[in-house]
């Protein structure tokens, strides 16, 4: 099991104005096609008073989802308050009004106690590469451990073995077989939706009748392709620079690879995809969302 100070957290590697693009080019392409409003529809949006993001970086959901949540009033009539924490203070919000706090922490280690059960709704995205399989249920626990009696839980992944790359030669689809068979000897969860269900069915202080695993998928429909394809196009080449070092950072025997090295994998992976992009590949993403509600006994 890998201690907090050796988990594999991008934003803790990369703190670049190029990563901090990233993270807000992969908002915008979930917008193209995930949850409506970016909130499942099973929460109601009038019962969030206090939210919590996990692993915010650049702040970006929680200042859209300020916007989205202006329109609608909390059903008790109080102000809301967002917080955004992550494990690198690095791309938070240089300047922000007083309903907006940033924190620095670690998801691995448990939360200080002035914001244990305080949350009414707490949203977590895309730890694919900040957490091995082994830290997901710490990581979760710690995350619970937020929510108010009667809070809700949100935690987005994507479902990396059920990509579709349609119409894409071998090379592309071996490039993604790669990517996943990197994944299960260096400890990293292939499928962390699964996990997270897996984990929140078990807990007895969570509803099980409301607990929900709900998937979105880039190509689902004309209309959905047509809105993502252009970013779905450069999110995927972003990812492919930031995850790709990250897995290839050590052999399967442990020895750490040279930068060279891994440089030269990459930029032939990065290659790879951009020719099939270029000739009209689009990329099918599916995001998996993992919905949960804290009992309110």
């Known amino acids: 099991m890998s201690t907090p100070e050796e988990t594999s957290y991008i934003l803790n590697k990369n703190k ?56 609608t009033p909390t059903s008790s009539n109080e102000s809301r ?107 990293f969860a292939r499928d962390i939706a699964r996990n997270l269900h897996n984990e929140l069915s078990q807990d007895s202080t969570i509803d099980q009748h409301f607990l929900s695993k709900t998937t979105w998928y880039s190509l689902r429909d004309e209309e959905t392709m047509e809105r993502s394809r252009d970013v779905a196009r450069v999110w995927w080449l972003g990812a492919v620079k930031s995850l790709w070092p990250i897995m290839l950072a050590r052999k399967e025997n442990g020895e750490a690879r040279e930068e060279g090295e891994i440089r030269r994998i990459v930029g032939e992976k990065v290659g790879i995809m951009a020719e099939w992009f270029n000739q009209g590949g689009i990329p099918g993403i599916p995001l998996v969302v993992v919905c949960g509600k804290k009992m309110e006994f």
Do not use: M
Request: glycine residues 6%; contains cysteine; proline residues 9%.
């Open 16 to 71: 670049t104005a190029e990563e901090s693009r990233r993270l807000n080019i992969q908002h915008r392409f979930i917008n193209t096609f995930g949850p409506p409003e970016q909130i499942h529809p099973s929460i109601p949006k009038d019962r969030i008073c206090r939210i919590a993001d996990i692993a915010t970086g650049t702040g970006v959901w929680l200042q859209d989802l300020s916007t989205i949540l202006s329109k």
């Open 81 to 187: 308050q967002y917080v955004g924490f992550d494990i690198s203070r690095d791309f938070f919000p240089k300047g922000h009004t007083s309903d907006f706090s940033y924190v620095q922490h670690n998801v691995l280690r448990p939360f200080p106690d002035e914001h244990l059960g305080k949350y009414d709704f707490v949203h977590v995205r895309l730890l694919i590469a900040a957490l091995k399989e082994d830290d997901i249920p710490i990581a979760l626990e710690n995350v619970v451990e937020l929510l108010a009696p009667g809070g809700y839980i949100q935690w987005d992944e994507w479902d990396f073995p059920s990509i579709q790359l349609p119409s894409a030669p071998p090379t592309v689809k071996q490039t993604l077989t790669d990517f996943l068979d990197f994944c299960t000897p260096l400890g």
